[in-house]
């Protein structure tokens, strides 16, 4: 189901008593940081702080912090079945002409890149072109600018100042004119002026690479509100091909509508509740953060580029969505939690060998990464590491433990008790060199360092393992059907 706007689904969070209102006035200056951290460390609702202190704007907060409520933003009862979905368009079909030579050449257009299938269902919910739209209610420029007017949040105590948190940045690349929406954090600097996030990995730091080799500034819309499914897309690590704006339509079943922005070339959904326009001109840099991040750790203050604002247009009563992040688990948690389910198909795509992996949100998604694989070969735990880690995003995996198609990977006391039991420290680790997160503190270069692999498989002959290998314990079917029998009668 779509939302018409974003207060729809905040509407909707309070129908299904998963949003708590807050009249007392909290500060956006770290006040509102306390409250909703104990409230996301607790499993506590979405809040919808009405007047924040000094402002008239509500603020909304950790309207995607559980499960539940990342399902309702995705309009469905769980996310699951988004997977499912995806999963089965992706299926490769089987050749129509029999197996032969000529077959296998038909089938190649169905069975190779059946992305683009998902593209055509995507493309059945293209984006329409509206006039107008509640985001152009109010529009102000030049003098009239003033980001400080909206509860921008000043998250933690040793943050560099205020950050904008949900935001959905959309960029167009300069020499292709294909569209991205990304969510980079956004640093006020002054009212006009501000600071513009996007890691060196991420597709609008491309743009900009691409801008600024053609000595062009870029232009920029950052987007608050609008459908919640649009901002899950900006934070999905989408193909490249894939417009988020596309698959947007495609999660709501129902197309994105947007309208051309004011003062940049860039056309933003016309149901958000603010959008801000600008400009990045090449070469122009501020010192961005410190700020306290994802990692539960303040990420160091770094160069990145500066965005002046030409425009700054919002809905007559706009509602200003937020995040903060930190030790998790946190709200972003469950984001990250819905990025791994939703697209595990996509992996399985590349890696087929793999039937279940885990992103434990204590280890904040890239640091950790537990796979389940069908171990078919001598060195195939190595095979799949490697994979992953050539794979989008989930090359900024630090840590990969392979297991075997037995292992519960959910489980982390069964993750743990197999580590322990099937890895050999001298020959199971696999230690290699590549692009890590930004936000990694321990590399000896930003975004550049080392990653380990643990091959806790069990262990093959060809992989030069001659001793026996030991059974797991487990008692005999007909014993324990018969205790199942008698449970009840021995009062336990
Ligand atoms: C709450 C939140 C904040 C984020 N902040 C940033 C950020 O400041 N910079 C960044 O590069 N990625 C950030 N990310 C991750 C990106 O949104 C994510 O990697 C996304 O896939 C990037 O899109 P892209 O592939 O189109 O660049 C954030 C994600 C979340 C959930």
Not at 25 to 34: G, M, R, S
């Amino acid at each position: 189901m779509a939302y018409r706007d974003f207060q729809d689904f905040l509407n909707r969070l309070e129908k299904e008593t998963e949003l708590k209102r807050i009249t007392y006035p909290l500060d956006p200056y770290l006040e509102i940081t306390e409250v909703a951290d104990r409230v996301m460390k607790s499993d506590g609702p979405a809040l919808l702080i009405e007047k924040p202190k000094g402002y008239d704007i509500p603020l909304a907060i950790n309207t995607m912090g559980s499960k539940r409520r990342m399902s309702l933003a995705l309009g469905v009862e769980d996310y699951e079945v988004i997977a499912e979905e995806l999963e089965s368009l992706l299926k490769p079909e089987l050749p129509e002409m029999g197996s032969g030579f000529l077959g296998k050449l038909r089938s190649i257009p169905a069975a190779l890149p059946q992305l683009s299938k998902l593209m055509g269902v995507a493309k059945s919910a293209p984006p329409l072109t509206v006039k107008e739209g509640i985001c152009h209610e109010v529009v102000k420029t030049g003098d009239q600018i003033d980001l400080f007017e909206f509860p921008i949040l000043h998250c933690w105590p040793l943050d560099g100042g205020r950050y904008i948190t949900l935001p959905l940045v959309f960029t167009h690349d300069p020499n292709t004119g294909k569209r991205n929406v990304g969510m980079y954090r956004i640093q006020v600097l002054e009212k006009n002026k501000t600071a513009m996030h996007w890691q060196a990995h991420k597709v609008g730091a491309e743009h900009f690479r691409a801008a600024q080799e053609k000595q062009q500034p870029i232009q920029v819309a950052v987007v608050l509100g609008g459908d919640p499914a649009l901002t899950f897309s900006a934070i999905a690590p989408l193909p490249p091909a894939i417009d988020e704006v596309l698959f947007s339509g495609f999660l709501r079943k129902k197309p994105v509508e947007l309208t051309p922005a004011k003062t940049v070339d860039i056309k933003v959904p016309a149901d958000a509740e603010i959008v801000i326009e600008g400009y990045i001109n090449p070469g122009e840099t501020c010192m961005e953060g410190p700020f306290g991040d994802h990692t539960g750790y303040y990420s160091l203050a770094d160069d990145y580029p500066v965005f002046h604002v030409t425009a700054v247009t919002h809905r007559s009563k706009p509602v200003y969505p937020a995040t903060i992040v930190g030790i998790p688990p946190m709200e972003d948690g469950w984001m990250g939690k819905a990025v791994e389910r939703i697209f595990m198909p996509f992996v399985k795509l590349t890696i087929p060998e793999i039937i279940d992996m885990n992103l434990p949100v204590d280890g904040v998604f890239h640091n950790i990464c537990f796979v389940r694989i069908k171990k078919r070969y001598p060195g195939h735990a190595y095979k799949v590491m490697h994979a992953l880690w050539g794979l989008g995003q989930l090359m900024f995996s630090k840590f990969i433990v392979v297991f075997d198609e037995e292992v519960d990977v959910q489980n982390l006391s069964e993750v743990i008790w197999r580590i322990g039991a099937n890895v050999d420290p001298g020959r199971d680790v696999c230690i290699v060199k590549g692009p890590l997160d930004v936000l990694d503190h321990t590399s000896p270069y930003i975004g550049f360092g080392g990653k380990m692999g643990l091959d806790a498989t069990r262990k093959l002959p060809g992989e030069g393992f001659t001793r026996e290998w030991p059974d797991v314990i487990r008692m005999s079917p007909e014993v324990k059907e018969k205790i199942d029998a008698i449970w009840d009668e021995l009062g336990l």
